[in-house]
C-alpha cells in the first residue's frame, strides 16, 4: 500500500481552512505572545532578586514588595492568558473541522454511484468522522504548541545573550541536534501511522457490514470466520501501534531528557571552573540552567505533538483524496427550455460499461411514449438495472443516445430529471423521522393534504392509520419495525406525492408478500394511467398488460413484443413464463 504523502501540501490546504477565522487566528497568536514573554521574564527576575539582594544581603522593603508583585503579575498573567489562548485555539479548530466535514459530506452526496460501488460505508464513515477528530488536534493542540515552542524558543535565545553571549552562541548548537532527532521520527512515524489508520477504516468497515448482515451471519453460522477475520485486522492495528509506541518510548522523551540532563551537567562544570578565575554570579547561574530548561521544553512539547502531528498530516491525505475524487458525470450543456413534459423515452443503440472494458449493455433500442408501460425481464445479470442506471444518470454511459421529450439525456438539468422521474426501488429505504416525513422527504413545499392524497392513492393508509400516531408516528433507522410491504407502500406514497411524469419501478413487488401484491398491483395499475412507465419484473405475471416487453440476455435485446406476442414465439420469454408458472413444456 502506498503511504507516500506530500506533507507541505497537506499542510498548506490545512492553513487554508483557518482562513476565513483570520481575526481569531491574530487574536490568539497576540496571548500566545504574551503568555510566553510574561512566562519568559519570570527567571530574569528571580535572577535580579538573587543577584542584587540576596547576594550583597540588602533587602530594601519598597524595591523588593515591587519586584515581587511584578513576578507575581506576570505569573498571574501568564496563566490566565495562557488559559484564553488555548480556549480561542480550540474555538478556530472547532469551526475549522465543522465546516471540513460539511465540505467532505456535500463532496460525498454528490459523488456518482460507482464511488460507493467501490468503497466500503466503513471507509467513508472513517474519513468522516476518526480522521477530521484527528485533524481537529492538530489546530486545537499541535499548532499553537508548535508555535508558542518557536516564540519560546527565540525569547529564550534572547535572554540567554543578555546573560552571557558566549554560553548563548554555543547552545545554538543543539537546533539542529533537535532538528536531526525530529526529522528521524518523523521518517518513520508518517509509515507507521498510515498503516494505523487504512487498518482503522478496515475494523470500521468489517463492523459495518456485519452490522448489517447479522441476519445472515447468524443463519449461516459466519459467527467463528468473521471474528477471526476481525482479530487479525484488529492484532495488526494493535501491532501497528506498538511500532508507534515503541518509537515515541525511544525518540521522543528518554532522549531530550539525556540531552537535558547532559547540557546542565556541563554547565554546571563550567560555571565551577570559570569560579576559580573570576567572580560568578549565582543569580546568572540560575537564570542561565532555567533558561536551558525552558529551551528543552518547547523541543519536549514538540515532540510530544509529533505523534497528533503525524496523525493529523496522514488523515488530512485521507480526507482530501475523498475531497479531491472527481467521479465523471455525464456532459451538462443545458438548454434555455430543457424540461420534461410528456416522458416520452427513446434508447438509441446505446452501449454501457461500469469499468470501460466490458460492456453490460450492448446497442440497446426501445422507445416508451407517455401512457405506455415497457417492462424489462431477463436473468439477473442481463443489463436490466444498467438501463434504469443510466437513465436515472447515476452513470454514464459509452455510444448512442437517450432522448426523453425528444431532448438528449445529457441537455436536461439533474433537477428537472429527479423531479419528473419516480424510481421504486425493490429495498425500499426509509429515514428516521415520521412516516409523513418519509412520504414528503421533508420537503417542505409539500402539503400534508398531499401527503395522504399519495398515501390513500397507494393504498398505504390502511396500515398507516392503524399507526399509534398515524402519520406522526416515528419511523426507526431503515424502516426496521414496518414489513416489505409497508415500507414499499410508503415509497410508493412518496413517489406519487411529487406526481412524476416518468415512472421507473426495480422490481417494486420483488420482496411483497402476495397478499400486500393483490393491493399494489392495483396502486400500481392506477400509478401508470397516464405516465410513460419502465418496469424491471422478477414475476413475469405482473407485466403481462405491458405495451412492450424487452428479453435481456447478456446485455442485448434478444426478444421484444407483448406477453401473447412472446409466448407466440416459443423462445427464451416463454421458457422463463412456463418456469415461473410451473408449465413446463415436455421436452421432444
Do not use: C
Not at 195 to 216: C, F, P, T, Y
Not at 236 to 247: C, D, E, T
Not at 300 to 321: C, G, N, P, T, Y
Request: aromatic fraction near 10%; charged fraction near 20%.
Amino acid at each position: 500500500m502506498n503511504h507516500d504523502i506530500n506533507e507541505k501540501a497537506v499542510l498548506r490546504r490545512l492553513l487554508g481552512f483557518v482562513k476565513p477565522f483570520k481575526k481569531q487566528v491574530l487574536v490568539a497568536f497576540l496571548l500566545l505572545l504574551v503568555t510566553t514573554g510574561a512566562k519568559l521574564g519570570g527567571p530574569y527576575l528571580v535572577k535580579i532578586f538573587i543577584d542584587d539582594y540576596v547576594a550583597v544581603g540588602n533587602y530594601p522593603v519598597q524595591e523588593v514588595v515591587l519586584l515581587f508583585g511584578v513576578y507575581l503579575l506576570l505569573h498571574t498573567t501568564g496563566i490566565i492568558v495562557d488559559y484564553l489562548q488555548a480556549f480561542e485555539f480550540q474555538k478556530i479548530a472547532l469551526k475549522v473541522i465543522q465546516r471540513l466535514r460539511i465540505d467532505v459530506f456535500r463532496h460525498v452526496m454528490h459523488l456518482r454511484l460507482g464511488y460507493f460501488d467501490r468503497t466500503p460505508a466503513g471507509v467513508l464513515v472513517s474519513r468522516i468522522t476518526n480522521d477530521t477528530e484527528a485533524i481537529k488536534e492538530l489546530y486545537i493542540g499541535v499548532l499553537s504548541t508548535f508555535v508558542q515552542s518557536g516564540v519560546q524558543l527565540i525569547g529564550t535565545y534572547l535572554f540567554l545573550y543578555l546573560l552571557e553571549p558566549r554560553l548563548a552562541t554555543i547552545a545554538l548548537v543543539l537546533l539542529p541536534l533537535f532538528y536531526f532527532i525530529i526529522w528521524i521520527y518523523r521518517r518513520y512515524s508518517t509509515k507507521y501511522y498510515a498503516e494505523v489508520r487504512d487498518l482503522l477504516s478496515k475494523i470500521n468497515g468489517q463492523l459495518n457490514e456485519s452490522i448489517n448482515g447479522m441476519a445472515i451471519i447468524q443463519q449461516f453460522r459466519q459467527e467463528k470466520r468473521l471474528m477471526a477475520e476481525f482479530e487479525e485486522t484488529n492484532i495488526a492495528h494493535q501491532n501497528g501501534r506498538y511500532k508507534n509506541l515503541k518509537l515515541d518510548s525511544w525518540l521522543l522523551r528518554p532522549i531530550i531528557e539525556l540531552m537535558l540532563a547532559l547540557t546542565i551537567a556541563s554547565l554546571i562544570t563550567y560555571f565551577g571552573v570559570l569560579s576559580f578565575s573570576q567572580t560568578v554570579q549565582v543569580g546568572v547561574v540560575y537564570a542561565f540552567i532555567s533558561y536551558m530548561e525552558r529551551i528543552f521544553q518547547p523541543v519536549q512539547q514538540i515532540m510530544q505533538r509529533l505523534s497528533e502531528f503525524q496523525q493529523a498530516v496522514v488523515s488530512a491525505d485521507r480526507v482530501f483524496k475523498v475531497l479531491d475524487t472527481d467521479e465523471p458525470e455525464p456532459a451538462k450543456t443545458i438548454a434555455g427550455d430543457a424540461d420534461i413534459t410528456e416522458g416520452h423515452i427513446v434508447f438509441d443503440n446505446v452501449r454501457f460499461s461500469y469499468d470501460g472494458e466490458k460492456e453490460v449493455l450492448k446497442g440497446i433500442s426501445f422507445e416508451a411514449k407517455k401512457g405506455q408501460t415497457v417492462a424489462l425481464v431477463g436473468q439477473t445479470g442481463s443489463g436490466k438495472s444498467s438501463i434504469i442506471n443510466i437513465l436515472m444518470r447515476f452513470y454514464s454511459y459509452q455510444s448512442g443516445r437517450i432522448l426523453i421529450d425528444g431532448q438528449p439525456l445529457e441537455q436536461l438539468p439533474e433537477d428537472e430529471l429527479r423531479r419528473h422521474v419516480g424510481l421504486v426501488l425493490q429495498d425500499s429505504f426509509l429515514f428516521t423521522g415520521s412516516v409523513a416525513d418519509n412520504i414528503r422527504l421533508f420537503d417542505p413545499s409539500i402539503p400534508f393534504q398531499k401527503v395522504e392524497e399519495a398515501a390513500r392513492f397507494v393504498q398505504a393508509d390502511g396500515f398507516i392509520n392503524q399507526l399509534d400516531e398515524q402519520y406522526d408516528s416515528p419511523v426507526a433507522e431503515r424502516g426496521a419495525t414496518f414489513s416489505a410491504g409497508e415500507r414499499q407502500l410508503v415509497s410508493f406514497a412518496r413517489t406519487m406525492a411529487r406526481d412524476p411524469k416518468v415512472l421507473i419501478l426495480d422490481e417494486a413487488t420483488s420482496s411483497i408478500d402476495t397478499e400486500t401484491e393483490e393491493k399494489v398491483q392495483v396502486a400500481l395499475k392506477r400509478m401508470r394511467q397516464g405516465r410513460t412507465t419502465i418496469a424491471i419484473a422478477h414475476r413475469l405475471s405482473t407485466i403481462q398488460d405491458a405495451d412492450l416487453i424487452l428479453v435481456l440476455h447478456q446485455g442485448e435485446v434478444v426478444e421484444q413484443g407483448n406477453h401473447q406476442t412472446l409466448i407466440e414465439k416459443n423462445g427464451l420469454y416463454k421458457k422463463m413464463y412456463e418456469l415461473q408458472s410451473g408449465h413446463v413444456s415436455p421436452v421432444s
